[in-house]
């Protein structure tokens, strides 16, 4: 049987205006958030940075979805 997963998404609000320094900042940060949640959940969140301002998370099972979202 498959392992279910969720797929967290979303883009940086106002990425224009803040320019390309503020987004490389966030996306570090956001990088090293994923980081820390493969350390607490155990497994690989499998981040991605795209188009500019876009960002996925791949993350096995719901539970781990739920925490990443509250953290």
């Excluded at 390309?20 to 990088?31: G, H, M, S």
């Excluded at 493969?38 to 981040?47: A, L, P």
């Amino acid at each position: 049987m498959e392992r279910p997963y969720a797929v967290l998404t979303g883009d940086l609000v106002g990425s224009t205006a803040a320019g390309p320094d503020a987004i490389d900042r966030t996306v570090l940060v956001l990088t090293e958030a994923a980081n820390h949640l493969s350390q607490r959940i155990g497994e690989h969140t499998h981040f991605s940075h795209f188009r500019g301002d876009g960002w996925q998370m791949l993350m096995y099972g719901p539970n781990p979805a739920l925490y990443a979202c509250i953290y």
